[in-house]
């Protein structure tokens, strides 16, 4: 069912996409305990905690019975042990910490194995080739049990801050013909919000723009943009996968920046 009026929402991992979720939720009207490992300030209309998933440390702090929880922590580095200590230990503790109706998990599109250009949705089945998929799709497995558990893929965000690409777009390196697939950061947290609201959620969806693209033709409107001449392309077949959204979308969701050229 969806949420009732202003009930307490548990962000877990207010940082780039959580804290903008929490925002939202506040305006709205919403109670809101956001959780962080470090200081931070209270904002208007969010309670801040702090509190460590990982290790539990803070989470006895969490009211027991909260509307709903929202699990978008990110681990402190790109380890297999940091992996698990978050998504696994850490979410089971949380689990067992507070028992809501509504369960959001954010996962990753990593949980995917097509590498030649194919089209990916939820009835894809997941073949994770790296640890980061490996271990996401273990705790989505946490969450299945759970009535109100819904679980959303994002694909790659950018946003304010997140310059990795047009950094490189910058050089010279050779761009591939890989597929991309990215969602800014005000989408995701967005759909998230959405998702809190239907009464009737599925049990998984994507997050992604309206608009794959391959690398090359990003590298190329990036370099145009700064003025830059178009990259060189890596001779090499089609690679990488196009994430489709289409489950998100028919549920209400709209993205604000539909492809990479309105939220550059």
């Given at each position: 069912?969806?949420?009732?009026?202003?009930?307490?929402?548990?962000?877990a991992?207010?940082?780039?996409?959580?804290?903008r979720?929490?925002?939202?939720?506040?305006?709205?009207?919403?109670?809101?305990i956001?959780?962080?490992?470090?200081?931070?300030?209270?904002?208007?209309?969010?309670?801040?905690?702090?509190?460590?998933?990982?290790?539990?440390?803070?989470?006895?702090q969490?009211?027991?019975?909260p509307?709903?929880?929202?699990?978008?922590?990110?681990?402190?580095?790109?380890?297999?042990?940091?992996?698990?200590?978050?998504?696994?230990?850490?979410?089971?503790?949380?689990?067992?910490?507070?028992?809501?109706?509504?369960?959001?998990?954010?996962?990753?599109?990593?949980?995917?194995?097509?590498?030649?250009?194919?089209?990916?949705?939820?009835?894809?089945?997941?073949?994770?080739?790296?640890?980061?998929?490996?271990?996401?799709?273990?705790?989505?497995?946490?969450?299945?049990?759970?009535?109100?558990g819904?679980?959303?893929?994002?694909s790659?965000?950018?946003?304010?801050?997140?310059?990795?690409?047009?950094?490189?777009?910058?050089?010279?390196?050779?761009?591939?013909?890989?597929?991309?697939?990215?969602?800014?950061?005000?989408?995701?947290?967005?759909?998230?919000?959405?998702?809190l609201?239907?009464?009737?959620?599925?049990?998984?969806?994507?997050?992604?723009?309206?608009?794959?693209?391959?690398?090359?033709?990003?590298?190329?409107?990036?370099?145009?943009?700064?003025?830059?001449?178009?990259?060189?392309?890596?001779d090499?077949?089609?690679?990488?996968?196009?994430?489709?959204?289409?489950?998100?979308?028919?549920?209400?969701?709209?993205?604000?920046?539909?492809?990479?050229?309105?939220?550059?």
């Amino acid at each position: 069912m969806a949420l009732e009026s202003s009930p307490c929402v548990v962000i877990a991992g207010a940082g780039d996409v959580g804290g903008r979720l929490a925002a939202l939720r506040a305006r709205r009207g919403d109670e809101v305990i956001a959780l962080r490992r470090r200081e931070f300030e209270n904002a208007a209309g969010i309670r801040s905690l702090r509190a460590d998933i990982a290790t539990g440390s803070g989470l006895d702090q969490l009211p027991r019975r909260p509307g709903a929880v929202v699990f978008c922590a990110a681990p402190d580095e790109r380890s297999e042990a940091a992996y698990r200590a978050l998504y696994l230990d850490g979410l089971r503790r949380l689990l067992d910490a507070c028992d809501a109706p509504r369960l959001l998990f954010v996962s990753s599109t990593a949980v995917y194995a097509e590498d030649a250009g194919e089209w990916v949705d939820e009835a894809t089945p997941a073949r994770p080739p790296a640890f980061n998929g490996r271990v996401l799709l273990e705790a989505e497995h946490e969450i299945a049990p759970h009535a109100g558990g819904v679980v959303l893929r994002l694909s790659g965000l950018y946003g304010p801050g997140r310059e990795a690409m047009l950094r490189r777009a910058r050089t010279d390196t050779a761009a591939r013909p890989r597929w991309s697939n990215r969602i800014h950061v005000d989408d995701a947290a967005s759909a998230l919000a959405h998702l809190l609201d239907l009464p009737e959620p599925g049990r998984l969806y994507l997050g992604n723009d309206d608009r794959p693209v391959l690398e090359h033709e990003l590298v190329a409107w990036l370099r145009h943009r700064e003025g830059l001449s178009p990259p060189a392309i890596v001779d090499e077949p089609e690679s990488g996968r196009r994430v489709s959204n289409g489950h998100l979308r028919v549920s209400g969701w709209t993205p604000r920046y539909p492809d990479f050229t309105s939220g550059v």
